[in-house]
T-cell receptor, first 113, second 114 residues
């Protein structure tokens, strides 16, 4: 079976500090991977997606970046956090081919102070 | 811009009643439709997906799709307090490549009252 992990679960960071969130998937190969942000009371906003190692597509220009150094690892980063970066960050995966159902990880709740 | 619209609620139903959640979408090319449940503070979990017009049943849940009218709904029979959550509708336009992105609605909050 497939499992998706995210860490840390919660994070409190000062404005201007760097960020690194990690997502890993087990039990599948070459998944499509996604980073979403959900601000308080808001919908899911797609930030980045990746269809393979080193392949990153950005949906929303901002001070965040993503990388995929390994097949089942997806990292979200920032050099300097803004207050507006606070939110619930969700990683999701789907099979590389076939049905397009996405499965979400447990999420990271980020508070920028 | 592709949009998915949901009534934010809250939708309140008594325990044992049928809860009806609705979603409309703007992209006529949409091919795949999903319902996720999200408890407060938790990540979304998949409840159902539907690809063809008509009804699809899974236990107490029934998804209904009408592509001509561009809406998809979720019925929850015999609603339980544990069904109280926010329900997210998601749509995929079916274009292969490009990451097969989903567009999400902002969700409908459901409250099942004793």
């Amino acid at each position: 079976s497939q499992t998706i992990h995210q860490w840390p679960a919660t994070l409190v960071q000062p404005v201007g500090s760097p960020l690194s969130l990690e997502c890993t998937v087990e039990g599948t190969s070459n998944p499509n991977l996604y980073w979403y942000r959900q601000a308080a009371g808001r919908g899911l906003q797609l930030l980045f997606y990746s269809v393979g190692i080193g392949q990153i597509s950005s949906e929303v220009p901002q001070n965040l970046s993503a990388s995929r150094p390994q097949d089942r690892q997806f990292i979200l980063s920032s050099k300097k956090l803004l207050l507006s970066d606070s939110g619930f960050y969700l990683c999701a995966w789907r099979w590389a081919s076939g049905r397009d159902t996405q499965y979400f990880g447990p999420g990271t709740r980020l508070t920028v102070l | 811009q592709k949009e998915v619209e949901q009534n934010s609620g809250p939708l309140s139903v008594p325990e044992g009643a049928i809860a009806s959640l609705n979603c409309t979408y703007s992209d006529r090319g949409s091919q795949s439709f999903f319902w996720y449940r999200q408890y407060s503070g938790k990540s979304p979990e998949l409840i159902m997906f539907i690809y063809s017009n008509g009804d699809k049943e899974d236990g107490r849940f029934t998804a209904q799709l009408n592509k001509a009218s561009q809406y998809v709904s979720l019925l929850i029979r015999d609603s339980q307090p544990s069904d109280s959550a926010t329900y997210l509708c998601a749509v995929n336009n079916g274009i292969t490549g490009g990451g097969n992105k989903l567009t999400f609605g902002t969700g409908t909050q459901l409250k099942v009252e004793l």
